[in-house]
């Protein structure tokens, strides 16, 4: 029975918060609206771009200038942050992932980003070859915390939810999982704080991307060692 293991990629994967962050301003600037607090902008990681400029821009999500705003985003990302992706990714991440794929875990991506963009800094970070499955918010209809994507990721992976761990720095990575019946791994070195991400009821708490290797290989042990046998 194969075990597929899903991770968030802003907080998770990948220490892009301060960069997203200076995306959001440069694109305001660059329409001349009124600047949030950094506070505020970091409390939208994790959305999709079009929520989270509804938010700062007042209007609908179908409206031109929310189109606008989250186009010009994605542009000015491609400057400010992909070209620090590869010192970006958090300690461990590669040499964890390559560890995990070598031991038979199937690995995927389930993020709020829109799966070219997702794609884009997953490459420019040299992450993307290790996972058998990206999927982006423009692939449901109804993104994290709404369980659709985690049941996206399951069927086209053809895993159950006891087959399944998510791996996420946020609230809405955690409450995806339990939703979609899954198991759930939460970081503390992502965007929410212990607190937060405790309310969320995540199934284990981890501090670092080595404590979580750690952490899958326990609770899977048994799983993987069958797998072996029966092999």
């Not at 660059?30 to 959305?47: F, K, L, Q, Y």
């Not at 409206?63 to 620090?84: D, H, S, T, W």
């Amino acid at each position: 029975m194969k075990t597929a293991l899903i991770f968030d990629l802003d907080g998770t994967l990948i220490d892009t918060p301060q960069g997203i962050v200076d995306t959001f301003i440069a694109t305001l600037e660059s329409m001349n609206v009124t600047i949030p607090e950094h506070v505020d902008i970091r409390a939208t990681i994790g959305m999709p771009l079009e929520k989270a400029f509804t938010r700062f821009l007042g209007q609908d999500a179908d409206e031109e200038l929310v189109k606008f705003a989250v186009g010009q985003y994605q542009i000015l990302f491609k400057y400010i942050v992909l070209p620090r992706a590869v010192e970006l990714t958090f300690a461990g991440v590669e040499d964890g992932l390559i560890a995990l794929k070598k031991q038979g875990y199937v690995l995927a991506v389930a993020t709020s980003k829109v799966y070219k963009s997702a794609e884009a800094l997953l490459k420019a970070a040299r992450l993307y070859e290790h996972f058998d499955l990206v999927v982006g918010a423009d692939q449901v209809t109804n993104p994290k915390p709404h369980p659709e994507m985690g049941h996206l990721v399951m069927r086209l992976l053809d895993v159950t939810p006891d087959q399944s761990i998510m791996v996420g720095d946020t609230t809405h990575d955690l409450f995806m999982a339990s939703d979609a019946g899954m198991r759930s791994i939460a970081v503390t070195y992502g965007i929410h704080d212990l607190a937060t991400l405790e309310a969320a009821k995540p199934t284990w708490i981890r501090d670092s991307f080595e404590e979580v290797v750690h952490c899958i290989r326990t609770a899977t042990k048994d799983t993987i060692a069958a797998e072996f046998i029966e092999g």
